[in-house]
T-cell receptor, first 111, second 118 residues
Framework: DTGVSQNPRHKITKRGQNVTFRCDPI?????LYWYRQTLGQGPEFLTY????????KSRLLSDRFSAERPKGSFSTLEIQRTEQGDSAMYLC?????????FGQGTRLTVV | AQKVTQAQTEISVVEKEDVTLDCVYE???????LFWYKQPPSGELVFLIR??????QNEISGRYSWNFQKSTSSFNFTITASQVVDSAVYFC???????????????FGKGTLLTVNP
């Protein structure tokens, strides 16, 4: 399968715990994006990587959030000290040109 | 600032009916891209189409067609002879070339839930 892969698909965590999600983009894609989607809303941009460089972060990305893309391949998104408001679907997308291709997302539930 | 409005929250049709999903956008850039994505219950966003701001030619792909009108800032999507498998949330999105011309981050509308009943 050559699509965007995200793991885990679902994560339930207790408030205050740290969580980490992984995204494996389409192999030749140099651009990688993270989005967050809450119920009944469209996805909202969180951050953008070109190769290994994180070039833009949204104001939505608080200090508790950090993303990395070592060696310009897979990416991780970590949320520290999770809050109930962090419950959402976290989507990863990659692109070579203008159109982005999305993974199936990681659904986070903070209890 | 970019904005995408999908005024139709939910649409319900009977199979074989035609249905049009509306999308209106706002941008100050002269170069931008418009997209439609489909999100079935499984959750994955499926890319359907991209148009750039310099190409107003309408496009047809099978039962799908898109009408891009810059004069009204609209990019509407029509499904002809709808089928049950078309049931999904459909998102319209806008992208501008960001700083350095490489960040094509998407601004999405809130989506339209299409239900096609047998």
């Amino acid at each position: 399968d050559t699509g965007v892969s995200q793991n885990p698909r679902h994560k339930i965590t207790k408030r205050g715990q740290n969580v980490t999600f992984r995204c494996d983009p389409i192999s030749e894609h140099n651009r990688l994006y993270w989005y967050r989607q809450t119920l009944g809303q469209g996805p909202e941009f969180l951050t953008y990587f070109q190769n290994e460089a994180q070039l833009e972060k949204s104001r939505l990305l608080s200090d508790r959030f950090s993303a990395e893309r070592p060696k310009g391949s897979f990416s991780t998104l970590e949320i520290q000290r999770t809050e109930q408001g962090d419950s959402a679907m976290y989507l990863c997308a990659s692109s070579l040109r203008t159109e982005a291709f999305f993974g199936q997302g990681t659904r986070l539930t903070v209890v | 600032a970019q904005k995408v409005t999908q005024a139709q929250t939910e649409i319900s049709v009977v199979e074989k009916e035609d249905v049009t999903l509306d999308c209106v956008y706002e941008t100050r850039d002269t170069t931008y891209y418009l997209f439609w994505y489909k999100q079935p219950p499984s959750g994955e966003l499926v890319f359907l189409i991209r148009r750039n701001s310099f190409d107003e030619q309408n496009e047809i792909s099978g039962r799908y067609s898109w009408n891009f009108q810059k004069s009204t800032s609209s990019f509407n999507f029509t499904i002809t002879a709808s089928q049950v498998v078309d049931s999904a949330v459909y998102f319209c999105a806008l992208s501008e070339a960001g700083s350095g011309g490489s960040n094509y981050k998407l601004t999405f509308g809130k989506g339209t839930l299409l239900t096609v009943n047998p």
